[in-house]
C-alpha cells in the first residue's frame, strides 16, 4: 500500500536576510480582519529557509515550502524566486535563464580569476 503525500503548505515572501551559508529569512505578511472592529490589520512573521544554491539576493519575492526539520529554526526550503528585487534584475534573470549551477560556476570562476589577477 503507497501512501499519498499531503501538499505542503507554501507562502510568499520578501527576502530580508542572506548572512547565513544556505539560508535566507523570508518576511512573510499577512492581512487578517479583527474579530470585534473588522479592521484588516497587517501581521508579519519570519521564516528560516533553506537556499541550498543561494541565489536569493534581500529584496527578491520568494515562494517557500514546508519540510523536515533541517535546524533548530528552520522547517522550510526555497521553492523559487517569484520576483527579483530592482537592483538584481539582471542577475536573477542570468540564473533562471542559464540555471543556478552554470551561474553559480561562474562567479566562482571569477572569484578565482581576480584572486590570480590581485596575486600578480
Do not use: F
Not at 534573470?93 to 553559480?104: C, H, N, P, R, S
Amino acid at each position: 500500500m503507497t501512501q499519498v503525500r499531503q501538499s505542503r503548505r507554501s507562502v510568499v515572501g520578501t527576502v530580508i536576510g542572506t548572512k547565513m551559508n544556505k539560508t535566507i529569512v523570508v518576511r512573510v505578511e499577512t492581512l487578517q480582519k479583527h474579530a470585534k472592529y473588522g479592521k484588516y490589520m497587517r501581521h508579519r512573521k519570519k521564516y528560516y529557509a533553506h537556499d541550498e544554491n543561494e541565489t536569493a539576493g534581500i529584496g527578491d519575492q520568494v515562494s517557500i515550502v514546508s519540510c523536515r526539520p533541517l535546524s533548530k529554526l528552520k522547517r522550510w526550503r526555497l521553492e523559487t524566486i517569484v520576483q527579483a528585487a530592482p537592483e538584481r534584475g539582471a542577475d536573477v534573470a542570468a540564473i533562471a535563464a542559464a540555471g543556478a549551477e552554470d551561474v553559480l560556476a561562474s562567479k566562482k570562476q571569477k572569484k578565482e580569476q581576480l584572486a590570480e589577477g590581485g596575486a600578480s
